[in-house]
């Protein structure tokens, strides 16, 4: 409990040297308890809208369903297609549920860990030791940390029965950023090389039903004279090309606002110790509008 | 000459994702021995190769070879061979080089300079070959 007191006094200390008025605080140490604490209680709440932003948002892209669904199925539109042999193998289809659920685990990862940041920054705590649990579970299930790291993970970022105060607060929000940014980062890169792995099939349903379909249509309507028959196939093989330009936007949507995720959260873990918490809120009021931007590029 | 078609097009972009995933995965494999700051230049590479996909289905239709220097075929054959190495070499700056030079191949494919071309596939091919 001192340690996270310690942790949290610092995050308020390393804004004396941008402010005289609590510098003069630290100078009467019998009146510092009053006045700083009446300073967290009028202006805490506020301050850590940033970083609950920064969460919500986060949550909201890292929760997009759209690859994980769609990435098993392409090899069944592959065989539709009239793909045969090894692209469409047994041994592909595993693995590409093997990569579906890398994906759905790198997700389920970073939404707990939105979430619980997202809760801990709104001063929205009855759930939140327990979305702690959630994500260190997951943390296990993805391989991304063993059990045994947990533990003191939980140890460092639950709020148990400490003093609920804002000061308190802002010493947790260090506490789980620094603590989890390693396993965060880990499982940011795992879920873009899962959506680049994606992309290239796509690009191999776009070339397969150019060939199979649409080409062979194409010879037949040339060859069978029927009229309006060349029409339809390049209406049908447009349709069928915006369609998979579609799932890329948003699968290049996700990878971007997981990039900006992760990017974000690298700089909170880099400069929360350090930097003050004007700028470490301003950070993250950054990446929420970057986030932002990406959650309205997706195509609904 | 020859001109780049649509299908060659979106085959090119196919394996400048390819490349991306590669280069995504050997940030997996290594992640352990890997600063912060490369993991960082990684993904940025990542990102950039992705972007250079886009690019390439937007702007390479049409796009004239000097066939004689740098022919869709040695393109294909470089990529082709960028990508193998990504997945087998083991040194950074080495995997580095190779995702800067395709970042330089699908840079002048784009801008359709063929001289352009010709000396970023023997770029390509020094930065496998080092």
Redesign the interface.
Same mark, same amino acid.
């Given at each position: 409990m001192k340690r996270e007191f310690d942790a949290a006094s610092e995050v308020l200390l390393g804004q004396c040297s941008n402010s005289p008025g609590l510098c003069a605080v630290r100078r009467r140490p019998l009146l510092s308890g009053i006045v700083a604490a009446s300073l967290i209680v009028t202006a805490g709440c506020t301050n850590l809208k940033p970083v609950a932003d920064f969460a919500s948002k986060a949550s909201v892209v890292t929760s997009y369903p759209g690859v994980a669904k769609d990435y098993p199925l392409i090899l069944a539109r592959l065989k539709l297609c009239g793909e045969r042999g090894s692209a469409v193998s047994d041994e592909k289809a595993a693995e590409r549920l093997r990569d579906s659920k890398r994906l759905l685990e790198a997700q389920t990862v970073l939404q707990a860990y939105a979430k619980a940041l997202g809760e801990l920054a709104a001063d929205d705590l009855p759930n939140y030791d327990h979305q702690i649990d959630a994500l260190n579970q997951s943390l296990v299930d993805g391989k991304f940390a063993a059990a045994s790291d947990t533990g003191n993970y939980a140890q460092a970022a639950k709020f148990g029965l400490g003093i609920f105060t804002d000061l308190y607060r802002r010493g947790k929000i260090q506490k789980l950023i620094t603590t989890y940014n390693p396993s965060i @980062? /880990?499982a940011v &890169?795992?879920l873009?090389?899962v959506v680049?792995?994606y992309?290239?099939s796509l690009?191999?349903e @776009?070339?397969v039903y150019?060939q199979l379909v649409a080409g062979r249509s194409r010879k037949a309507a040339e060859f069978l004279k029927l009229e309006g028959f060349p029409e339809f196939v390049s209406v049908a093989a447009a349709d069928h090309a915006q369609l998979l330009l579609d799932r890329e936007a948003n699968a290049?949507a996700l990878?971007r606002g997981i /990039?900006a995720f992760? @990017?974000g959260h %690298?700089e909170l873990a880099d400069n929360i110790g350090t930097a003050s918490f004007k700028e470490v809120l301003a950070n993250a009021t950054k990446y929420a509008e970057q986030l932002q931007t990406v959650i309205e590029s997706f195509n609904r | 000459m020859s001109e780049i078609s649509g +299908?060659d097009a979106?085959?090119l &972009? /196919?394996r400048y /994702? @390819?490349a +991306?995933?590669n280069l995504?995965?050997y %940030? $997996?494999d290594n992640?352990e021995s890997l600063t912060?700051d490369q993991?960082?230049l990684l993904?940025d590479e990542?990102?950039t190769l $992705?972007d250079n996909? %886009?690019n390439l289905v937007t702007y390479a239709v049409g796009v004239l070879l000097d066939d004689a220097q740098a022919s869709l075929d040695k393109i294909k054959q470089a990529t082709d061979e960028a990508n193998k190495a990504i997945q087998t070499v083991a040194d950074f700056k080495k995997v580095l080089g190779i995702a800067t030079a395709l970042v330089t191949l699908a840079a002048a494919i784009t801008a359709g300079n063929p001289g352009g071309i010709a000396s970023a596939v023997g770029d390509l091919g020094d930065a496998v070959a080092a």
């Open positions: @980062q /880990k &890169a795992q873009l090389q680049d792995g992309l290239v690009s191999d @776009q070339i150019n290049r990878s /990039k992760g @990017q %690298q | +299908a979106l085959d &972009a /196919k /994702k @390819q +991306a995933t995504g995965q %940030q $997996l992640w912060t993991r960082r993904t990542e990102y $992705l996909s %886009q």
